[in-house]
């Protein structure tokens, strides 16, 4: 799945430790602008022996947020 692009910047959907909006605010250095989204067909799985989560394909839905209006460097 890849980020879509929109004239307001990047569209992308984000999951696992990244819907914790105190830690997006670290990793982007600034508010994001999210909704609550889910993606069909696909679940959020802990990598093993890891700290973060992987989108796989599976039944049901993962759920996430999606953040807009990021930009390239983002």
């Not at 890849?2 to 909006?21: E, K, M, V, W, Y």
């Not at 679940?43 to 839905?61: C, H, I, K, S």
Request: hydrophobic share 45%; aromatic share 8%; net charge negative.
């Amino acid at each position: 799945m890849s980020p879509s692009r929109t004239p307001a910047g990047i569209d992308a959907f984000l999951f696992g430790t990244l819907c914790h909006a105190p830690l997006r605010r670290v990793v982007f250095g600034r508010e994001v602008e999210t909704v609550p989204a889910r993606i069909a067909g696909h679940r959020v799985v802990w990598a093993e022996g890891q700290y973060f989560a992987r989108l796989v394909p599976g039944d049901g839905a993962a759920e996430g947020v999606l953040a807009s209006g990021l930009t390239e460097a983002e």
